[in-house]
């Protein structure tokens, strides 16, 4: 029988809510890791900072992935917490500034390295395992948008299986280079600057020039129809048409693809017929983590979804 897999949403440091995820999938802890008799998790990234339990969310994660129970992929906050602390060999200082912005979007993780500092290299090695991408064939999995030919072009230069050397990973903090606007749309998705030089302030209390997209819709032909975020930030986008190349093709027969990263709000619900996000904004206070019980099916289901609410106070 072909393997079954859950593919669980971006946990960032919300450990206890992780274990209540595993437990309600049927997962039951063994010697160190969690396992089920039949199935097996994805984690599509995104495992630390903002929530209390930093390393424990790690030690959960890569338990299951080091015991072959569990695949998982890098997501943004991963590949910045790397860059956060590679020297910048050419410019100086560090491939991800240490701006107070960096600092404060960081600051769980970096506290939690400070009581730990004998950890922190060990845990930025692992990170630095996580493909970019996973094709299991029938199904595939990244942080944030399937960009197939900027995987194609990695896996021609770099790595058919989306494993970061330290040339890709140098490569891809460059913004002058081509290796920086795949990995960018690959782990926080494609998109596009606001017209005139608009900007709102997003759920992050940062300010934005640009807007997420729904990559993957070509009937999504506006800014706001393409405008991927909080429903309270939709009516400050424009109803004007789009005039720059925006979409990424994902045709309906393709394979399934699941993906994290987007912050989705209220039930869960299927982005096309074989798409869905499982990121449903763990670190809210009424946030909760959501999961996808992928049975080998070609058309995803929308009863599929499984959600736990968020038990970190
Ligand atoms: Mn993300």
């Not at 072009?153 to 290796?179: C, R, V």
């Not at 405008?227 to 400050?236: K, L, N, P, V």
């Not at 399934?256 to 809210?284: F, R, T």
Request: aromatic share 10%.
């Amino acid at each position: 029988m072909a393997q079954h897999y859950d593919i669980i949403g971006d946990i960032h440091g919300c450990n206890n809510t992780l274990i209540s995820m595993l437990e309600a999938l049927g997962y039951a802890k063994k010697s160190d890791y969690y396992q089920h008799p039949n199935r097996k998790v994805i984690f599509v990234g995104d495992f630390i900072d903002r929530g209390p339990l930093q390393l424990e969310t790690i030690r959960t994660v890569r338990a299951m992935v080091a015991a072959n129970q569990a695949h998982a992929v890098m997501g943004n906050h991963e590949f910045n917490a790397i860059a956060y602390i590679t020297p910048d060999k050419v410019e100086g200082g560090y491939l991800r500034a240490h701006t107070s912005r960096n600092r404060r979007n960081h600051r769980a993780f970096l506290q939690a390295m400070e009581q730990h500092p004998e950890q922190y290299e060990d845990v930025i090695n692992w990170f630095k395992t996580l493909p970019l991408w996973l094709d299991l064939g029938n199904l595939r999995i990244v942080h944030a948008c399937w960009d197939q030919l900027g995987i194609d072009q990695i896996s021609e230069t770099y790595s058919a299986d989306g494993l970061m050397d330290e040339a890709l990973f140098i490569a891809s903090n460059d913004p002058s280079k081509w290796e920086f606007h795949v990995v960018e749309n690959l782990l926080k998705g494609k998109t596009i600057k606001l017209l005139n030089n608009h900007t709102f302030t997003d759920p992050n209390g940062i300010t934005r020039d640009n807007m997420r997209i729904r990559w993957w819709d070509n009937k999504a032909t506006t800014y706001k129809s393409a405008f991927m975020g909080a429903a309270r930030d939709i009516e400050h986008i424009n109803d004007t048409a789009i005039d720059t190349e925006h979409l990424i093709i994902y045709e309906e027969d393709e394979v399934p693809l699941l993906i994290g990263h987007y912050w989705m709000q209220d039930e869960p619900a299927l982005l096309a017929p074989n798409i869905a996000c499982v990121d449903y904004s763990i670190a809210k206070r009424n946030g909760k983590l959501c999961a996808y019980r992928w049975d080998g099916e070609s058309k995803l289901d929308s009863a599929k979804f499984i959600c736990v609410p968020r038990l970190e106070s």
